[in-house]
């Protein structure tokens, strides 16, 4: 009888801490939700971004940017609390999809090319309409590598770059897609959201989304982040370095964010010739044949 009475007693006891720790799932999926918001906003914003309203493109650009922010905390969130979980992951691909690719070819088209017909100078009209269509083309293909990139990464188990990289580090095999988008969100964010006017800065524009897109699809290596705990204790260095760079973000944000998209961007191009570089100066051993017939 005793034991009987006792038994309710430790189910209920064990009730709380259940019910914390399915609410803990949500937790996650709250990020990835404000990063469904910031990316639905961004398109709004797009939609009204004209040549008497740029600050909408800019507006555009930092809600992409707030994206990045939000897709980087959930995933971290996930992995601190070991909350992941299929639902987790697909809605974040999906909602990956919607920011990091809708959003900001959208954002690349209206900014880059919408606006240049009738503005440029010193182009044949003709020519002008062919950068015009290369600019829907390359746009296109920002969005199509993004999501090759993210059906890549879903069903990938432990992928290695073509150019593996210093063992126990973590690296993504080509770029991220939020990486891309932050190029587009910080190049807008750099000119505060004026839109392009020149065909030499209209054809620039084409050949950078081209490449970004190129990069998303590649198999090259970009660091992931994902071997730094900020649970452990942190060199103060660090610390201090972190303090810095958001403060140089909060006072310089149009430069500082630039320089960090195309930083990060080009390190994956970096690191790809160093490897043909020292692949080129090491080559491996030719076969003997006469000391393997000896």
Known sequence: ?????????????????????????????????ANIAAGYYAI????HGSLAEPWHFDFAAKAIGYAVLFDGLDGRIARMTNTSSDFGRELDSLADVITFGVAPALLAWMWGFRSLAGMAEGLAPDLLARVIQFGAIASFLFLVAGASRLARFNISVNPQPSNPGRPGKKYFVGMPIPAGAGVVAATV??????????????????????????LMVSSWRFYSFKDVDFLTRQPYRLIILIAVLF????YFSRPVLFTIAMLYMFSGVFWRLQWLVRRKSDPPPKYNEASQTS
């Open 189 to 214: 964010h750099l000119w505060s959201g004026d839109p392009i006017s020149s065909w030499r800065m209209a054809a620039t524009w084409v050949l950078l989304l081209a490449a970004v897109a190129y």
């Open 1 to 33: 009888m005793g034991q009987n009475f006792f038994v309710p007693q430790r189910r209920s006891a064990d009730r709380p801490d259940r019910r914390m720790r399915k609410g803990m799932y949500i937790v996650p999926s709250l990020f990835t939700t």
């Open 247 to 250: 403060a140089l973000i909060w």
């Open 44 to 47: 709004l914003q797009v939609t």
